[in-house]
């Protein structure tokens, strides 16, 4: 008997502020195929994005909504296993330093923990966390800089989570991994990265959509800095102006506080931007920064529907590809 009765998810689930997707994926040998891919759009003021309260204004509605989603595509049985993504809001996401960690993972918990309420005032007492550990690679650290090991937390209370597991459940639907927009795109453009950049320079990662703004950078493969907001007049996606903005303020902040107008790069940093195709926000020559945007076409898929499907579904297929 096996506990888990339930097959690697062949469905991604993007729950956003106004819109569904729904994305199925044929894994090949090599590459997968993209089966279908679509969307429906939601009510207005169905959701409501917050890292604190209920985001789901109609738990009802929205499982109904998912449901219509995917009933549209053929005939459906229930239970279906899929993989759920969620808008980078509904979560606090924050970069941690420590000398050192403990060896066993409880204790490992227990402190980043207290570190979350102490430094930052979140209660977790009720959140459920998840945390990668990046160790510093020595020989790639300035002289006289002391090595810290760095932690990407994500903190989701349950009064968040816990409505959106309940729509999944009246619509059907096992949420066999729940992962945040932001970081699943990171992780499927992860090859990219590696494969373009020199993995011992410097290099920006930078996420919109849903009405956040999330920049990470990093530095020989460890992440160094990390900075996520809401932006401005709550746009969903976000204008050329607003993302140009907040990057170019964002960009300043970080260089001036690492101090990288006193040493330039050996050559132009890149910034991987995961936005809509084709908006790319022009920076001035004297950052040393050249914009590399990523979207379906930086993609390996075997197979693609024709026409190539909106951007806003690929946060769906980022979360499948990461179950």
């Given amino acids: ?33 993209l089966r279908r891919c679509v969307e429906r759009a939601l009510p207005a ?31 459906v049985t229930r239970p279906v296993p899929i993989s759920l993504s969620l808008p980078d809001l509904c979560a606090r996401v924050a970069l941690l330093e420590f ?12 402190l980043i923990r207290w570190r979350l309420q102490k430094d930052l005032n979140l209660p977790v007492a ?11 690679h020595v020989h790639s650290l300035p002289q006289g800089e002391r090595a810290v090991v760095r932690v990407l937390v994500v903190a989701m209370r349950e009064t ?17 991994r729940v992962g945040l927009t932001s970081l699943q795109l990171f992780d499927l453009y992860r090859p990219t990265l590696e494969a373009t950049r ?3 320079e410097e290099c920006f990662y930078l996420s919109v959509g849903e009405g956040s703004f999330m920049f990470i950078a990093f530095q020989a493969g460890v992440p160094v800095f990390l900075r996520i907001k809401p932006l401005r007049n709550g746009s969903t996606a976000g204008s050329t102006a607003a993302v140009a903005d907040e990057l170019l303020a964002t960009l300043h902040f970080y260089m001036d506080r690492e101090a990288l107008s006193e040493r330039a790069p050996a050559f132009p940093r890149p910034l991987f931007l995961v936005h809509e195709e084709g908006i790319v926000p022009a920076l001035p020559d004297s950052l040393d920064v050249t914009v590399v945007p990523l979207g379906w076409s930086a993609l390996r898929i075997a197979k693609q529907p024709s026409p190539v499907p909106l951007f ?12």
């Fill in 1 to 33: 008997m096996r506990l888990f009765p339930f097959r690697r998810p062949s469905l991604g689930l993007s729950i956003g502020a106004d819109t569904l997707g729904l994305v199925e994926v044929r894994r090949g040998w090599r590459e997968p195929s």
């Fill in 160 to 176: 968040v989570i816990g409505p959106y597991e309940q729509v999944c459940e009246l619509a059907g639907l096992i949420p066999v």
């Fill in 99 to 110: 000398d050192t960690l403990p060896a066993k993972p409880s204790e490992v918990e227990a």
């Fill in 312 to 323: 806003s579904s690929v946060p769906a297929f980022a979360g499948v590809m990461e179950a």
């Fill in 126 to 136: 009720d959140a459920r966390l998840t945390y990668q550990v990046f160790h510093p």
């Fill in 198 to 200: 020199n993995t011992d």
């Fill in 45 to 75: 003021g169905l959701l409501k994005l917050s890292a604190s309260e209920s985001n789901v204004t109609d738990v009802a509605a929205l499982a109904t909504e998912c449901s219509a989603l995917l009933d549209g595509q053929g005939t």
